[in-house]
């Protein structure tokens, strides 16, 4: 039997960023992978550097386990990934070089690696697996084994003698559910929990129900699943998630799909086979402003166990919302996300400075709706280009040698913009005290209309506003002089 050893490159101990925060996810793409070909007959083993702070243990089981194939195999359902930060990418460089010097056959598949093809091949690998994976990798592992060229493969780039060679687009896999449960059985779960745990925060393990995102939205890249949108039956999911609290006792999910229950009539099949189960969850999501006002979809997703719901506002101003085709108006922001509240669900608002065009009274209106929606929570970040995208086209000429964040803290602005890159730093921790500045006075204002209704929380973001009020103002004058 033919051994094949997985790994994938997201040490969260290389992005300290993410490492600080303390929310680490098992890579589920490659765990499925190794499902899928555990289930046509190969032994696979997995190399796991999600919690690791390098590759150190690599060269040993390489030893140990003896594979035949070495595959780097990335998760394409974490946003982190589709970044293609350059600390991960030297990573999967070394891990690559490792197994090929004991004479592996390597192959990759991940974001970065169908971008920058050429840099992988020229760093170890074989064969890089370009877009979707599972079926391409089996397929192209059998004709290995089989002793036949792999010619003829289509959704592979590789080295011939004197060139690179990039075959045809594989057609995307629609039937979901003729994939395998994930193997989980090969990753250490209580390892992760152990770090969730340690921050006093309940521990969520990630489950997709789909692949694909058929929004249209100028500056996101989707090398791997591309504009389509496919889903897993509500029932495969629902035993998914049972066998989660059954055998790993988690019952709390972040469903990572780009855009969760688009589907017409997906999210009441889902509540009704959870309640027809008894299964009580709580689970986050990421989704539409739009799409969460379509089909009671709200009211049915806080039956099922909505928790937390992220949606990408992205920005205040409706002049740049349409110049990155994202198609939400900022009523259908304000309503959802009102909505959710009145309903009890805790909202994210993910929030993009620095598109083109932006001025600074694009950035005052994104500042004044965080302000009066106040999200439960902030996630803010700066345009960033990837290839395969419009905005990309746009600016490519502007790149110079840095077109990759190192990690996920960089905030470089990588291409000219209305303001240099220390401004949009600025912005960003500027951004974050007034938001809590905010809350803090909402907070203070709550307790001396109810102390009866005090609680710690209320009062530690009072004393986060007291203590942000200075930062803001130096900020305040720091922007002014960066401007």
Not at 300 to 315: C, H, T
Not at 333 to 361: A, D
Not at 474 to 482: A, P, V
Request: charged share 25%.
């Amino acid at each position: 039997m033919q051994k094949v050893l997985f790994s994938h490159t997201y040490f969260y101990q290389y992005d300290s960023k993410q490492w600080k925060f303390a929310e680490p996810f098992p890579p589920l793409m490659t765990i499925i992978a190794a499902a899928y070909l555990r289930d046509n007959g190969y032994e696979v083993a997995l190399f796991d550097v999600g919690l690791r702070n390098s590759e150190k243990g690599l060269e040993e089981l390489l030893e140990q386990f003896q594979p035949d194939f070495f595959v780097v195999f990335d998760d394409g359902f974490n946003w982190l990934t589709k970044m293609c930060l350059t600390t991960m990418r030297e990573a999967a460089f070394r891990m690559q070089k490792m197994a090929k010097a004991k004479e592996i056959t390597v192959i990759t598949c991940s974001s970065d690696s169908t971008d920058q093809y050429e840099k992988y091949l020229e760093n170890g690998a074989d064969v890089v697996i370009k877009g979707e994976g599972e079926m391409t990798l089996l397929h192209l592992i059998n004709t290995i084994t089989d002793g036949n060229t792999i010619a003829n493969i289509e959704g592979i780039a590789y080295k011939t003698s004197d060139e690179m060679a990039i075959a045809p687009k594989r057609p995307v896999m629609v039937n979901l559910d003729q994939l395998p449960p994930p193997a989980w059985d090969l990753i250490n779960i209580d390892q992760y929990r152990a770090i969730w745990e340690s921050r006093n925060k309940a521990f969520y393990l990630n489950i997709a129900t789909t692949r694909g995102c058929p929004y249209k939205c100028n500056w996101c890249a989707k090398p791997i699943y591309g504009q389509r949108y496919n889903t897993r039956s509500p029932v495969l999911v629902v035993n998914e998630i049972e066998n989660h609290v059954q055998q790993h006792q988690v019952d709390h999910f972040w469903m990572c799909d780009d855009i969760f229950g688009l589907k017409p009539g997906w999210v009441r099949e889902f509540r009704d086979e959870l309640l027809r189960r008894n299964l009580k969850i709580k689970f986050k999501i990421q989704s539409r402003a739009d799409l969460l006002l379509k089909e009671q979809n709200i009211e049915s997703l806080v039956d099922a166990g909505l928790d937390e719901a992220w949606i990408g506002a992205e920005s205040g101003s409706q002049k740049i919302l349409d110049a990155m085709d994202k198609g939400i108006t900022i009523e259908q922001i304000q309503t959802s996300s009102t909505l959710l509240k009145q309903k009890g669900v805790k909202v994210g608002f993910f929030i993009q400075y620095g598109y083109l065009g932006e001025t600074k009274e694009d950035i005052k209106l994104t500042i004044k709706m965080i302000r009066r929606l106040i999200p439960d929570f902030l996630g803010i970040s700066v345009s960033y280009p990837l290839p395969g995208t419009k905005f990309y086209e746009k600016v490519k000429s502007d790149l110079a040698k840095k077109t990759n964040w190192i990690d996920s803290g960089d905030l470089d602005m990588m291409f000219k913009n209305t303001y240099r890159p220390d401004f949009y730093r600025a912005l960003h921790k500027y951004t974050h005290f007034v938001y809590h500045i905010e809350k803090g006075l909402r907070s203070a204002k709550h307790m001396l209309i109810s102390p009866q209704n005090t609680t710690f929380n209320k009062l530690k973001e009072v004393l986060k506003a007291v203590y942000f009020t200075p930062l803001a103002l130096f900020k305040s004058i720091q922007l002014k002089w960066l401007a």
